[in-house]
């Protein structure tokens, strides 16, 4: 296959490139003779401000999995993959409120590290385990092989040759300069992806608009394609591949209402909220309030995302379905041969961007595509290392390890990280939507996710042996209702592990009253608050419950039974603000956090509205 992109494209291209690589390897610079310590390679030092916060966030996310897999959902599914990105709009508003400041105030490094303070050894390493299988074997092989895909449909380069060289690239800079590297770069990655981004968008759009500009091209693919702009998919709607050569249905991957009132919110909160190469950028933050703003800064550009990926997937459907190929050919002047074809939905990206971005915007969409995949990359490379040097070598091989150690173990162990993703990768080929892929296996982990850091962050019963058993019943617990209900879509399975799970730890917990210790119980006004919100939790439960009963059965076709998902997340927020504000006891490590670290400005307040606002309206205009 030759290449489409043209000198000055390559120009463009090598110029960013060039431009990533320096600026890394500059900000990550050192005095003579001073050595990096673990505090700067894997937090930067404590320096991000909530720019730099925000646009890591965001670069660290954005990858091949959304320009490439996620623009394939698009094409074949439509609209309703961008629930994703908008509930994460949501979820990062909870975790900038109520999780980031407790991680920030404890001072940690990693997510494993939070679970050894709060319970022990044993669920620090379950996790840390779970956390590396995940950046390993998903994150890494699908975001390098989504990426290598690109190359290979746009410049010809051959599928193993492109993984190895985006795996090389990003860990140049990344290995050696750690998170300060990682961070500074995404700024100007995120300029290249979501610029880069938007520029594809304007001229796909102009392009099935026949030159009369993108709001044409917009009501174009709204006329053409309307069953792709439903936010909640009915089931038997809309038929995809399955990448074996038939059909699915795309309730499979997105049920209904279980994208508003299932599992899609553990998702969201569990990536968000408690996954290191995320969560790492907010701990690097100068303080809690930069930290904040930079959660809601990302929580804008996330309502942004669909427009730069989801619209081009759509678009590349209806200009592949509307036109023939010889029409295409003539349209686009060129022969038929040079057109080529969308045998999988996630060829739709570079498809589009093969045929109709001109030379030079050409260069910088792809380049806008590269910054995606490669800060992703970098992003992973680097907890990866910071996993496995704080919560397993330090802790268990070298507990005396100084700075110069740490830091050259996960230099090592960076390394060792991208030789596996190099070999695993490939084995992807055989996948349709890769997207649904990194959905559903890391799905395998969050139920247990929320259960154990949730609880360990606010209710005072949650007990050691409750966390470690539920850590170590998750994945099991998620392969059995696989088994059992192989047809079940994915997000709902996750719902009912999670309702398991939550049953599992409060059992565990109530048994243990031997391992409390007294503790004082609010007093005045606020214990009466605590009550009446406990009391209102319960009551909502209920009522999701009660719906469920009555009318999941019926309204099964739209996936009403992941209310009961709901149901238990009121429930479990009810029995723990009322058993918090009830009983005088606690685990001898529950965290009594200070009321105050959840206090926000009104700024905050006004951001955090405005979010709710436009998501609230995006989805009454495509519900």
């Not at 050894?116 to 998903?138: C, D, H, M, P």
Request: hydrophobic share 55%.
């Amino acid at each position: 296959m030759t290449s489409t992109l043209s000198t000055l494209d390559y120009i463009v291209f090598v110029l960013y490139a060039v431009i990533i690589v320096a600026l890394g390897l500059w900000v990550s610079r050192s005095e003579k003779g001073v050595q990096k310590t673990a505090q700067d390679y894997f937090l930067a030092d404590n320096s991000l401000t909530w720019w730099a916060v925000g646009s890591s966030l965001i670069a660290a996310n954005i990858s091949a999995e959304h320009f490439i897999a996620m623009s394939g959902s698009g094409y074949a599914i439509g609209l309703a993959i961008a629930a994703y990105e908008w509930i994460a709009a949501i979820a990062l508003i909870v975790v900038a409120k109520y999780f980031l400041p407790v991680f920030l105030d404890k001072g940690i490094y990693t997510m494993p590290q939070f679970l050894q303070e709060r319970y022990n050894k044993g669920v620090s390493t379950a996790f840390a385990i779970f956390y590396l299988l995940v950046y390993v074997f998903v994150n890494l092989t699908a975001v390098s092989y989504l990426g290598a895909l690109a190359l290979e449909k746009i410049m010809g380069v051959p599928l193993t040759f492109g993984i190895v060289g985006l795996l090389v690239f990003s860990g140049v800079y990344s290995i050696y300069g750690g998170m300060k590297a990682v961070a500074w770069t995404d700024v100007v990655q995120v300029i290249f992806l979501v610029g880069g981004g938007l520029i594809t968008t304007y001229i796909a759009l102009d392009a099935v608009g026949g030159g009369d500009g993108v709001f044409a091209g917009f009501a174009h693919i709204y006329e053409r394609a309307r069953d792709h702009f439903v936010m909640v998919v009915p089931e038997g709607r809309i038929a995809v591949p399955d990448g074996a050569g038939g059909t699915k249905d795309a309730f499979q991957d997105l049920p209904g209402l279980a994208v508003i009132l299932g599992s899609m919110w553990l998702t969201n909160l569990g990536f968000w909220g408690f996954n290191q190469f995320i969560i790492q950028k907010g701990l690097a933050a100068k303080s809690i309030t930069e930290a904040k703003r930079g959660l809601l800064f990302a929580g804008y550009l996330k309502i942004l995302i669909p427009l730069i990926v989801v619209i081009p997937g759509i678009t590349a459907y209806v200009l592949f379905n509307d036109y023939s190929p010889g029409e295409l050919a003539a349209i686009l002047g060129k022969p038929l041969a040079a057109v080529g074809t969308i045998e999988k939905s996630d060829e739709a990206y570079p498809w589009l961007l093969k045929n109709f971005v001109p030379s030079g915007f050409r260069g910088l969409a792809f380049a806008a595509l590269a910054a995606a995949v490669v800060s992703s990359l970098a992003s992973i490379i680097n907890s990866t290392s910071t996993i496995f040097t704080i919560d397993l070598y330090k802790t268990f091989f070298r507990p005396a390890a100084e700075s110069r150690e740490l830091v050259r173990v996960g230099r090592l162990v960076a390394v060792l990280a991208l030789a596996i993703a190099a070999v695993v990768a490939p084995q992807l080929q055989t996948l349709d939507q890769v997207y649904q892929y990194i959905q559903e296996y890391t799905g395998y982990i969050y139920p247990g996710t929320i259960v154990v850091f949730v609880m360990g962050l606010y209710w005072k019963q949650m007990t050691q042996n409750a966390a470690l058993w539920t850590a170590i019943v998750t994945i099991p617990a998620g392969i059995i209702f696989k088994l059992i209900y192989p047809e079940m879509p994915f997000i709902l399975r996750i719902g009912y592990v999670f309702i398991f799970l939550c049953v599992l730890a409060s059992v565990i917990s109530f048994m243990e009253r031997g391992r409390k210790v007294r503790v004082p119980k609010p007093e005045g006004n606020r214990y009466k608050r605590l009550l009446q919100t406990s009391y209102i939790l319960f009551a909502l439960a209920f009522v999701c419950f009660v719906i469920g009963v009555l009318y999941s059965a019926e309204y099964s076709y739209l996936g009403l039974e992941s209310i009961y998902t709901m149901s238990m997340i009121f429930l479990m927020l009810g029995i723990i603000v009322y058993t918090n504000t009830r009983l005088d006891t606690a685990d001898k490590k529950a965290i009594i956090s200070d009321p105050v670290l959840f206090k926000t400005q009104s700024g905050f307040n006004v951001a955090a509205a405005g979010i709710l606002a436009i998501i609230g309206t995006l989805y009454y205009f495509f519900w």
